[in-house]
T-cell receptor, first 115, second 110 residues
Framework: EAGVAQSPRYKIIEKRQSVAFWCNPI?????LYWYQQILGQGPKLLIQFQNNGVVDDSQLPKDRFSAERLKGVDSTLKIQPAKLEDSAVYLC?????????????FGEGSRLTVL | KQEVTQIPAALSVPEGENLVLNCSFT??????LQWFRQDPGKGLTSLLLIQSSQREQTSGRLNASLDKSSGRSTLYIAASQPGDSATYLCAGIYGQNFVFGPGTRLSVLP
């Protein structure tokens, strides 16, 4: 079974530029999460989708971050304009049903460096 | 506020030792708890999922316990090996919300 796919693995941009990350969850997984992980910390939730609807985006900085999950499968996370403090690893994860009984499965992450 | 802490932040042990990693959570209304391993530059890999109806879960040399009343989970690693060197994170699961601890960075010295 294929795992969670993410791209690109690495991205270096100047501040005020834009960047987009892509995620393809495990086939059949209804719930998709985007997390931000700063070095030395645990992942922090940015947004959660159930199929193609948003369940929780309370911690997403909406003035610069946006995310979508068209057709309830792939998802894209965009940052525009980027700030220095956005340097982090962006992790995508999926689970079949949410937290009730399902494990959370992560992709390899996309490491963003903002100069 | 739901918070998860992990002690110690870092741990270094000689190969062959048995060790315990600790995870504490502030909200005892936790549903499940999941332990992960993270290698440098990689995503998180699931190790064990303990459901609320269980008290512990085992996989190979790993054993994890969950005590909701005391707000604690422990991950026991038996006969540690250099390949176990990684950061270990726990996540409390509240409904569909996963709350992560900061992790314990483990180094197993040959």
């Amino acid at each position: 079974e294929a795992g969670v796919a993410q791209s690109p693995r690495y991205k270096i941009i100047e501040k005020r530029q834009s960047v987009a990350f892509w995620c393809n969850p495990i086939s059949g997984h209804a719930t998709l999460y985007w997390y931000q992980q700063i070095l030395g910390q645990g992942p922090k939730l940015l947004i959660q989708f159930q199929n193609n609807g948003v369940v929780d985006d309370s911690q997403l900085p909406k003035d610069r971050f946006s995310a979508e999950r068209l057709k309830g499968v792939d998802s894209t996370l965009k940052i525009q304009p980027a700030k220095l403090e956005d340097s982090a690893v962006y992790l995508c994860a999926s689970t079949p049903l949410g937290g009730w009984t399902g494990e959370l499965f992560f992709g390899e992450g996309s490491r963003l460096t903002v100069l | 506020k739901q918070e998860v802490t992990q002690i110690p932040a870092a741990l270094s042990v000689p190969e062959g030792e048995n060790l315990v990693l600790n995870c504490s959570f502030t909200d005892s209304a936790i549903y499940n708890l999941q332990w992960f391993r993270q290698d440098p530059g990689k995503g998180l890999t699931s190790l064990l999922l303990i459901q609320s109806s269980q008290r512990e879960q085992t996989s190979g040399r790993l054993n994890a316990s969950l005590d909701k009343s005391s707000g604690r989970s422990t991950l026991y690693i038996a006969a540690s090996q250099p390949g176990d060197s990684a950061t270990y994170l726990c996540a409390g699961i509240y409904g569909q919300n996963f709350v992560f601890g900061p992790g314990t960075r483990l180094s197993v010295l040959p």
